[in-house]
């Protein structure tokens, strides 16, 4: 049974910094993708950023871009989510989720196997 965990969430200041981990098990099956969404109260989870591990190649919302910084550790079975200049809006429930092929946009639909989440506060 695939299990996602997340760790590192928690409150911060404005322009703060968090380090988000993703650590899989469970598989004996290689992912195609890893990404990051976040959710605040309501039915609408947004993507923020992911990473194929065939390529490298990472994507990021336009909202976060040039202050998160995906990675993967450990081959593939963990990746962190690097959050700097955090700002209020930052504020969320945070997800990992993991596909088996690489989805080409970041769609919650597209990804198979989710963690609980981890809650990132920020203040103003």
């Known amino acids: 049974q695939v299990q996602l965990e997340e760790s590192g969430g928690g409150s911060v200041q404005t322009g703060g910094y968090l380090r988000l981990t993703c650590t899989a098990s469970g598989y004996d099956y290689r992912f195609g993708c890893m990404a990051w969404f976040r959710q605040n109260p309501g039915p609408e989870r947004e993507g ?5 591990f065939q390529t490298g190649a990472t994507s990021y919302a336009a909202s976060v871009k040039g202050r ?16 700097d200049n955090l700002k209020p ?4 429930l ?5 596909a088996l092929s690489c989805p080409r946009t970041l769609d919650p639909v597209e990804y198979t196997y989710w963690g609980q989440g981890t809650q990132v506060t920020v203040s103003s």
């Open 48 to 52: 923020v950023a992911s990473i194929d």
């Open 68 to 83: 998160f910084t995906i990675s993967q550790e450990n081959g593939k079975s963990r990746v962190t989510l690097q959050m």
């Open 89 to 92: 809006d930052d504020a969320a």
């Open 94 to 98: 945070y997800y990992c989720a993991a």
